[in-house]
């Protein structure tokens, strides 16, 4: 564990709040297969339509995305890297990167799974829901991974990592071929990718998300609830 051990004081340190960027996350074999089970048919039933509007004002919160989060209906590697990324061995991983112990896995796969969103499409920045709906368990680590094969910064499609007062300028992330993105969920984690891409028809900006919950959380961190709070980004 000495890549952990180096990694996790920059984990805590880094602003605007804790979170690690990793390149080359997974093993080159294991993201080819990605690439190459991609589930590409946008008629395929799988898919999930997970655009949502704001109940009072009736505006996109989240647009042109699509997901599948039941792991026995994806192709195979994608059911067994679920799978690694839900055992023992990488929940010590992520405590040992983040300080938080005794974490939990989501096997229903809330609000997580295989994610993309086409042209035009973002999702405006926000800190995600609390509790989880099924369980009540406390959400405390996002752990997403890209499978963009070619994404220039012309697309679009950063993920902004935002201080608690939206001051700014936010930590900018491409979203570029196996790239990890670890991050602590707190009532302060603001993120998203908020402006429209601008990538060309049918090509989709691909992640894989993963939630990490615990049995209990330090007092004031976060308010329990279902809710995702959404910000608006400064002019």
Not at 32 to 54: G, I, K
Not at 112 to 118: E, R
Not at 209 to 222: D, F, I, K
Request: proline residues 10%.
């Amino acid at each position: 564990m000495a890549r952990v051990a180096d990694q996790a004081p920059n984990y805590a340190g880094n602003a605007p709040f804790p979170h690690i960027v990793i390149d080359d996350f997974l093993p080159p074999s294991t993201f080819a297969r990605l690439l190459e089970e991609y589930p590409h048919d946008q008629n395929d039933p799988l898919w999930n339509n997970a655009t949502h509007t704001d109940k009072a004002s009736g505006e996109y919160v989240q647009k042109d995305k699509r997901n599948i989060r039941d792991p026995l209906r994806m192709p195979p590697t994608y059911r067994q890297l679920f799978w690694e990324l839900n055992s023992h061995a990488f929940l010590d991983y992520l405590a040992q990167l983040t300080g938080i112990a005794n974490l939990i896995p989501d096997p229903n796969l809330r609000g997580a799974g295989i994610h993309q969103i086409a042209r035009g499409g973002f999702l405006k920045v926000h800190t995600d829901f609390a509790t989880h709906r099924d369980f009540g368990l406390d959400r405390r680590i996002n752990v997403l991974i890209y499978l963009n094969e070619e994404w220039p910064e012309s697309y679009g499609g950063q993920l902004e990592l935002w201080d608690p007062e939206m001051a700014g300028p936010p930590r900018r992330v491409l979203p570029i071929a196996n790239r990890c993105v670890v991050f602590s969920t707190t009532s302060s984690s603001f993120h998203g990718h908020p402006h429209p891409l601008t990538c060309p028809d049918g090509v989709y900006r691909r992640s894989l998300a993963l939630y990490y919950y615990t049995n209990g959380r330090p007092e004031g961190e976060a308010q329990p609830g279902y809710a995702t709070h959404w910000r608006d980004v400064p002019a």
